[in-house]
């Protein structure tokens, strides 16, 4: 490990130490900027150090403000029954002593946000450690709802975790130790069942695409599987805002079908390139 990473970590863990009698379950002070389409909320510890960077980019916003993201964080309890039982795999979802933060993003139902197809989601913080084929990935839940993971990149810096999604509302940074088969066999599942939920008329094209792509990963033929789902996604795209809903709003009155549908896929793909690169 650098001695600039290990150093970062030690401060941090120094920060987090310091504080721990205040932090668990207690909100942290965050900070919110919003420029046209990006908001990026700033999240500090209680001794006023930066703990995160948390840069939420919208396709297409309307109402974007700092009050109408609803934006909170807090250091969890990295042995709380409640929050491991919301992980898919306890034993194997492991958060770092040194990044305990959970984001939660709820918008007001009153405070006007609404956005088109996706958002890009980016936890950048220096209190983690990049390394290439990094196991660190990005999950999110509804709600005091089941996490799963929806990372389309890891990236140094010294972590950014990033994913894409179609709505809210917590997310976490966690070790993923399940191997990528597995991963991608849950991801599977969740876009077929994304597929089934859509308008007869939309199925039948998308779950082609969807099959080809399974098909063509069982025999290890991962460039024709991530083909598939370019298609998938092409037509997603193509179709989003007329044949497929495509709009989240703070009312929670209509679904983003076509968002979750491209935010699904493009964390599939992330899966399937990391297991076609590392073999495992």
Known sequence: MPKSALAAKLVFGLALCLCAPLTLAQNLPVTVAVAGNVATVRVDLPTQQTLAEVILTFDDSLGLSPGSLGVSAQLVDLSSPALLARLPNAGLNQLDPSFPLMVTIEPPTLGGLSFQRTVRVEVHTHALTY???????????????????????????????????????????????????????????????????????????????????QSAFNQGQFGDALNSLDQLRARVASRAGTAIPSQWRATRDTDNQAGELLAATSTLAFSIGYQRDLGR
Not at 160 to 168: D, E, K, L, M, P
Not at 178 to 202: C, G, H, M, T, Y
């Open 131 to 213: 390394a290439a084929g990094s196991q660190l990935r990005l999950f999110k839940a509804p709600l005091n709802g089941s996490f799963r993971d929806i990372t389309d990149e890891i990236a140094p810096g010294s972590v950014r975790a990033r994913g894409t999604t179609g709505g809210f509302s917590q997310f976490l940074v966690l070790t993923d130790l399940r191997s990528s088969s597995e991963v991608v066999a849950s991801k599977f599942d969740r876009l077929q069942s994304l597929i089934a939920a859509l308008p007869l008329s939309e199925r039948g094209p998308l779950q082609m695409s969807a099959d080809a792509a």
